[in-house]
């Protein structure tokens, strides 16, 4: 069984502390660090497979150490935050952060969600029966299930791992329509309720990633007032 490295990024030491034994007991091997410069220093050194990253932090906060750590590294980001505005969401799911969970938060939904992005990362490149199937084409699309690379034109796109799912999602079935609800009960695994703006910053990202013209885009169109879709090509 492969045992997965967890960094826990938090400027309060006891939070730190007992997320680490929750973790530990969990089976996985945890990093510490208390502000944003000491977590990218570990990222450098070490190997990790998910980030939990707290949001107020000195010298380095979460969001700004995000934006660093999406320009070499799409390894799945639970974002830490007292606060509970949903602008708050949507600004961190913006910049990147693949889940948001406000405090106090519950230690066993924490670590359902630590397991579900966990999961969802490492079993995009699952082995199919087949190399039709571990590839995806559709017009200038190449999505290649096995090494979970996303090509527009020939062009490789970094992709979080939350924006691979649901462009794997969508390109699974060209043409249909999904509701932001279904995409967010299938990407999440969670109940959809409200869920509109979370998806809607996923699509927009997405957009900017693979259209050349994102406000008239060529792939994956938005059904107003239904959902969205991957455009068909033959």
């Known amino acids: 069984m492969e045992i997965y490295n967890i960094l826990v990024v938090d400027d309060d030491r006891e939070i730190v502390r007992s997320l680490a034994k929750l973790l530990e007991v969990e089976g ?6 208390y502000n944003g410069m000491e977590a990218l ?21 979460g969001l700004s150490a995000l934006m660093k750590i999406r320009e070499k590294n799409n390894i799945p980001v639970i974002m830490l935050s007292a606060k509970t505005e949903e602008s708050d969401k949507v600004l961190g799911l913006s910049m990147g952060a693949d889940d948001y969970v406000t405090k106090p938060y519950n230690t066993a939904e924490l670590m359902a969600r ?6 969802r990362y490492f079993s995009l490149g699952a082995a199919s029966t087949g190399r039709d199937e571990n590839i995806l084409k559709n017009g200038g699309l190449s ?6 690379l996303l090509q527009v034109d020939g062009e490789p796109v970094r992709l979080t791992a939350t924006e691979y799912k649901i462009v794997e999602l969508l390109m699974s079935h060209p043409g249909y329509v999904f509701s932001a609800e279904e995409i967010y009960s299938q990407i999440w695994q969670e109940d959809a ?3 509109e703006n979370t998806v809607m910053v996923h699509i927009r990202r997405i957009r900017e990633k693979i259209e050349i013209t ?4 060529k792939y994956l169109k938005v059904v107003w007032g239904i959902g969205y879709k991957i455009e068909k090509f033959e």
């Open 28 to 33: 996985y091997q945890v990093y510490k660090a």
């Open 41 to 61: 220093d570990i990222l450098m050194e070490r190997q990790v497979h998910l980030i939990l990253l707290d949001v107020m932090m000195p010298k380095l906060n």
């Open 114 to 119: 630590v397991k579900s992005q966990l999961r």
């Open 143 to 148: 999505l290649n299930r096995n090494t979970k």
């Open 193 to 195: 309720y409200g869920v």
């Open 214 to 217: 994102p406000k008239n885009p």
